[in-house]
């Protein structure tokens, strides 16, 4: 294939909810540049950029797809991203390597929660954004409100490029109004049309269309600004470079309009990417970070030193793991050996390929700003930087989301625990988002990730790729004791069987902490009745029992314990005696001094359209969630609340029932609470049946 210089390389993300058609789309922007000889379908399972085993099953996206099509002399790589929540790390990481996204949104209905969160995560990119309202033959359709409602969420800079001819089933084509010509569809499927005038009843639409396009150019560009004022117009080419500089700024936010299972459209906005769209090293350097985290910027050097980030690695069948990169400066070749900078090891770059979809296009050479494919590294996971130069700094890598839903996980037989852990690390390198933890205190392997379909997904891989059958369920919470209140106790250790016995006396008082405060030992022994040399023990007895709890066999926290009378024995006392002596004694002291459970509590944040509202709060209300405050943004509300973390399993499923899939939400840990009196016996019985069946 052509070589492509970096000035003509466009990178572009196809964003925003699920079920909007980004995947259809792409299948379009393929198909009407003769990438493809006919058009993929997502639902019979022949899409290009879902070729994956999952994706063709479940008929929807759950990894980023890369292809690219050749257009107006330009290489234009187009990341298709899911529009699931449970894959929003594949979308964080698209979003690190592109130089523009475009938010598809369904022009049925608008604004959607998935299409807020793509767009955010584009802005805080400072990436340019293009908009492509899709479906336009859909039924009941109003564009005018639809335009409306994108500016009044984003502001004027929202301008409409190209206007739709007519609407549900007599949708037929668009107006492009820097061309001032219409384009109808000829029918054929294949994205060809007939050009024509503008119909007279769209005139005026038309007319005030070009007038907000022109003066979006015009603001971008202060000469660009003056002339317009003088004049009242410009022309194509001045509107086209104050879109250009708009776009690239961020201040202008192009609106196209299409169908892409009819093609229709679908060429409009490509042209669009090439002109509008800044090219892959236009900015002229690209982002790192030193060794302490901090954040700077390095020049882009075409013909300097190759420097590429691994931005995503995926196992595919019957080519094994492929790292996928963004080169970031220089060239990479192959033959070249690349340091990863993350794990100060040598990597041989075998084998170059440019992706395209599920085909990959071999070549000898990947330049800057590019995209590609190797294959067979060792030591390299996603996130990581090579480079040439080995002094060279980090790339600055995707800033994934956090996990919202754990599993406890274990094999099903004996043969699969020796494979579990390296399968679950693999996977783990794979799938920034997937997190996995081995709790030595709940004695149980937690997986976590940002969804059911996520964790499901896992499971199933885990089976396919590694072989290893697995069992999951409901993770243990981790709760504490504490007491609320005060008591004193006495035990006396003594034992005689033959031979030297054992004694040990202990007094102590056990008293509530401040809450975070951890264990306290005060020695308030006065006149030596304890030796000096056995107190010590008496402190280390109680710190042993503390990790195992006496109240329901959780973690004791928060307690002050002193010690202030005793006795010993001039031969028969030991440590191991006064060790003994203090754990009995602070058992008693503590189940006398108001012992409770504390539960975790999380801060969780929700947003959702309006019209969920009551269906929420209601939600949260059965769950023991209390309401904090409420952020209102345009159409969507934020609700912040305080839950406690054993009723948010599997909330992730619930609120996307509850709100159609509308809904997002986060949640980190804040704080423990007392469980409540109501809910303790439960909890404390369950710990009991669970210590009997480990037994």
């Known amino acids: 294939m052509k070589r492509y210089a970096s000035k003509d390389i466009r990178n572009i993300a196809l964003i925003g909810h699920g079920t909007t058609g980004k995947t259809t789309l792409a299948e379009a922007m393929l198909y009407v540049t003769g990438a493809t ?35 107006r002399g330009c290489k234009t790589n187009i990341l298709d991203t899911p529009g699931f929540a449970d894959f929003a790390g594949e979308v964080a990481a698209a979003l690190r390597v592109v130089d523009a ?18 767009w955010k995560q584009a802005a805080n990119r400072g990436l340019p954004r293009l908009l492509f309202v899709n479906q336009m033959d859909r039924d009941n359709l109003d564009f005018d409100a639809l335009l409306a409602s994108l500016r009044e969420r984003w502001g004027n800079g929202v301008a409409p490029y190209t206007l739709p001819v007519g609407s549900g089933e007599s949708f037929k084509g668009t107006i492009d109004v820097l061309a001032g010509k219409a384009y109808i569809d000829t029918g054929k499927g294949d994205g060809s049309v007939e050009e024509s005038e503008i119909p007279a009843d769209l005139r005026d639409a038309f007319e005030a269309a070009s007038e907000a396009l022109m003066e979006a150019a015009a603001e971008s560009d202060d000469s660009l600004l003056e002339k317009y004022f003088e004049e009242g117009e410009l022309s194509r080419e001045e509107t086209l470079r104050g879109l250009h500089s708009g776009v690239a700024k961020g201040s202008v936010f192009p609106v196209f309009c299409g169908c892409a299972p009819s093609n229709i459209g679908v060429r409009r906005l490509l042209d669009a990417i090439v002109e509008l769209c800044p090219s892959a090293i236009e900015s002229g350097e690209y982002d790192i970070v030193d060794d302490d985290g901090n954040p700077g910027k390095a020049a882009i050097e075409t013909d300097g030193p190759a420097v590429a980030l691994v931005f995503k690695t995926q196992v595919e069948r019957h080519v094994g793991e492929l790292a996928f990169i963004r080169v970031m400066s220089g060239t990479v070749k192959t033959g070249q050996d690349l340091r990863n900078l993350n794990r100060d090891a040598n990597e041989r770059v075998g084998h170059i390929s440019l992706p395209r979809a599920h085909d990959k296009v071999d070549v000898s050479e990947v330049v800057a700003g590019d995209l590609a494919a190797l294959v067979k590294l060792k030591h390299t996971s996603t996130s990581d930087t090579l480079a040439a130069d080995a002094k060279a700094s980090k790339v600055r890598p995707p800033a994934f989301p956090r996990p919202l839903i754990s599993n406890a996980i274990r094999a099903k037989s004996k043969a699969d625990e020796d494979k579990i852990g390296n399968a679950l690390a693999r996977l783990r390198q794979e799938d920034p988002t997937f997190h996995v933890t081995t709790d030595p205190e709940l004695k149980q392997t937690v997986v976590s990730g940002m969804g059911e379909v996520h964790l499901d997904l896992i499971t ?105 009378d005793g006795g010993f024995h001039a031969v028969d006392s030991s440590e191991m005696a006064f060790k003994i002596a203090a754990r009995q004694a602070f058992k008693k002291a503590f189940l006398d001094a108001k012992p409770v459970l504390l539960e975790p509590i999380n801060n969780v944040s929700i947003t959702i359209p309006e019209s969920y509202m009551g269906a929420v709060m209601g939600d949260l209300t059965s769950r023991r969630g209390r309401t904090q405050g409420m952020e209102p943004d345009g159409a969507f509300t934020t609700i912040l609340a305080q839950v406690p973390e054993g009723e948010m399993y599997r909330y992730s499923t619930q609120l996307r029932s509850m709100t159609g899939g509308r809904g997002a939400f986060e949640s980190s840990h804040s704080h423990y609470e007392e469980v409540p009196a109501d809910i303790a016996p439960r909890v404390i019985e369950e710990a009991r049946k669970a210590k009997e069946e480990a037994e």
């Open 460 to 564: 199933k891989r885990l089976q396919t790729r590694y072989g290893v059958e697995v069992e999951t369920s409901r993770p243990r919470i981790a709760y504490r004791e504490t007491i609320r209140g005060r008591s004193e106790a006495h035990y006396r250790h003594k034992k005689q069987s033959g031979g030297r016995g054992q004694f040990a006396d202990v007094h102590i008082r056990v008293e509530t902490a401040e809450r975070g405060s951890g264990y306290e030992f005060v020695n308030a022994i006065v006149g030596g009745v304890v030796p000096g040399k056995f107190i010590p023990a008496v402190d280390k007895g109680i710190r042993e029992l503390l990790p195992d709890g006496v109240l329901a066999g959780y973690p004791i926290i928060d307690v002050k314990v002193t010690l202030y």
């Open 101 to 118: 996204a475009v938010v598809v949104i369904h022009a049925g209905h608008g604004i959607e929660v998935g299409t807020e969160r793509g």
């Open 37 to 71: 000889s006919r058009m993929g379908s997502v639902d019979e399972g022949t899409a290009a950029f879902d070729y994956l085993e999952e994706e063709v099953e479940k008929k929807f996206s759950v990894s980023t797809a890369i292809g690219f099509v050749e257009d």
